[in-house]
């Protein structure tokens, strides 16, 4: 199973995603059945490592971020089977480009905040402008739902 997590510059919301859903498989001991990896719909920040201060959060969790960021592509429509985005600008973005791909795109596309079940928002927010807290948010909305993404993918782990 292949699973990409998207958001807009690939250097906060999405690594935060790619880290926290390898560390619940390595967690369960399911590493070795998924290839995960993350893009932005913008190219700003291609090559660089995840932000400081979301790596900051991450690590007081225990969580590390490998992620360099690069911007998504058509082939990524074709390659995974699992595209969830980070806010309805992404979602949006990521829909267009599988129109685009036409019968190539074969991924299922979808908000992860639809995994969410102890949160009601709908979108991650960009903690990019913002303090701390902001980064910490990021991680809680993330857990919740990379911990049921999990559980739908693996429920017997
Ligand atoms: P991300 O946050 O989409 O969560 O990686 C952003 C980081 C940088 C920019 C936009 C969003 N930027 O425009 O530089």
């Known amino acids: 199973m292949k699973v990409l997590f998207v958001c807009l510059g690939n250097i ?25 990896d993350s893009a932005g719909t913008g190219g700003w920040h291609v090559g660089n490592p995840a932000d400081r201060r979301m790596q900051a959060a991450a690590n007081r969790r225990g ?6 960021a690069r911007q998504i592509s058509l082939d990524d429509l074709h390659d995974f089977d699992l595209i969830l985005t980070m806010d309805s600008d992404n979602l949006a973005a990521v829909k267009g480009l599988a129109r685009e791909a036409g019968s190539r795109s074969k991924a299922n ?11 009601s928002e709908t979108e991650v927010p960009d903690p990019y402008y913002g303090g701390d807290a902001g980064f910490e ?14 559980n739908e993918l693996s429920p017997s782990a």
């Not at 596309?109 to 639809?114: A, F, G, R, T, V």
């Not at 919740?144 to 999990?150: F, G, K, M, S, T």
């Open 137 to 150: 948010h990021v991680i809680d909305l993330l857990e919740d739902a990379c911990c049921n993404l999990l």
């Open 63 to 68: 969580i590390q971020l490998p992620s360099r």
């Open 109 to 119: 596309i979808q908000s992860i905040l639809s995994y969410a079940t102890r949160f």
């Open 12 to 36: 906060c919301r999405s690594p935060a995603a790619e880290g926290v859903f390898l560390h619940l498989l390595e967690e369960r001991n399911l590493a070795d059945q998924f290839v995960v």
